[in-house]
């Protein structure tokens, strides 16, 4: 049924930037917060950051200062732009409801940052 769909990720160099979407599959209701989600191989799925409705921010001390998130609350979207990249946030990247539901994890938008 519903879900979230992620995209916008690529391969990119480091210090390369992108900006990933997030829209629900369908019309579905808004969320008062939404997040940022990235997973590793190897290490479980981490919040990256979150963003209210209000468009209140809060971001993981390993990309402060280099991402941002947005949203388009007469879209249902949301955003994450993507700045400075660095090696070490080549993962997958999801968005969710904070907290997560399991339910509407997408498949994600993979994003490599290597040289």
């Known amino acids: 049924q519903v879900h979230l769909v992620e995209s916008g990720g690529g391969l990119v160099q480091p210090g390369g930037s992108l900006r990933l979407s997030c829209a629900p599959s369908r019309n579905i209701f808004s969320f008062n917060i939404m997040g940022w989600y990235r997973q590793t191989p190897g290490k479980e799925r981490e919040l990256v950051g979150s963003?209210?409705?209000?468009?209140?921010?809060k971001y993981d001390d390993s990309v402060k200062g280099r991402f941002t998130i947005s949203r388009d609350n007469g879209k249902n979207t949301v955003y994450l732009q993507m700045n400075s990249l660095k090696p070490e946030d080549t993962a997958v990247y999801y968005c969710?409801?904070?907290?997560?539901?399991?339910?509407?994890w997408g498949q994600g938008t993979q994003v490599t940052v290597s040289s």
């Open positions: 963003i209210s409705r209000g468009g209140m921010t």
């Open positions: 969710n409801r904070v907290p997560m539901e399991a339910d509407y």
